[in-house]
């Protein structure tokens, strides 16, 4: 079989540059814009949003509705109801993204009955949240031929949801929340707020004008152009 290695320092230096320039090209011309065919797909997309090439998994776009100036990663898989479903077109969207917001590669966002994700919300890498989870209440008929139990999830206006949380169906979570790394979510989560662990639980609440337990003190400050 043919190895890099065999090629010269010189031939393969050009290779290279050739498929990395190519590759950027290809992620440049196929992200989703709301101006081209696939953007048209959404049942909104706002002015200077953008989908990443290569996309994830991407299920009934109609039911689709993300807000302006919203970036989505490459790898997100977005979904809204079951294969076998057949869904009301003037229903409205199930998925509901909006402005400013940052959805980091390689998350899940599984709709049935309602996901909404406020304005200028950032989400790093492998996120998953759903609305609707496999029911085991009849132990007779096997979990994955039981219809799901479902309730809709929403995610406030400037928090930050960091990597690979999960996010569980009935969810509310409060505006300028902190949801750590690694953090399995569910039930109601208080406006400023910062949640830990597994289950989540909220461990810092902004009371009386003050964090409570106290920040640490910051050992930098941010720039002076630094966006307010």
Do not use: K
Not at 109 to 136: K, W
Not at 149 to 176: D, Q, R
């Amino acid at each position: 079989m043919f190895q890099p290695g065999e090629l010269s320092p010189r031939v393969r230096n050009l290779a290279a540059g050739v498929i990395q320039r190519s590759w950027e090209w290809i992620c440049a011309v196929g992200a989703t814009s709301p101006d081209d065919a696939h953007g048209r797909r959404f049942r909104s997309m706002g002015e200077r949003s953008m989908l990443a090439f290569p996309p994830g998994q991407l299920f009934n776009e109609h039911w689709i509705e993300i807000g302006a100036f919203t970036l989505v990663g490459p790898h997100v898989s977005m979904s809204v109801g079951m294969w076998n479903e057949d869904l009301d077109r003037s229903a409205p969207p199930v998925i509901r993204i909006g402005d400013r917001c940052n959805i980091g590669r390689g998350g899940s966002l599984v709709g049935r009955v309602g996901i909404t994700i406020g304005d200028d919300v950032t989400i790093a890498p492998d996120l998953y949240v759903t609305d609707h989870n496999h029911a085991y209440d009849d132990v007779e008929v096997p979990i994955a031929r039981q219809w799901p139990h479902e309730a809709p999830v929403s995610i406030g206006s400037g928090s930050w949801i960091g990597a690979g949380v999960v996010i569980l169906p009935g969810t509310t979570i409060g505006e300028h929340v902190t949801v750590a790394a690694g953090s399995v979510v569910r039930g109601d989560i208080p406006d400023r707020s910062v949640v830990v662990g597994v289950p989540g639980r909220v461990v810092r609440r902004w009371h009386d004008g003050a964090w409570d337990p106290p920040l640490e003190p910051r050992a930098t400050e941010p720039p002076d152009d630094w966006p307010s």
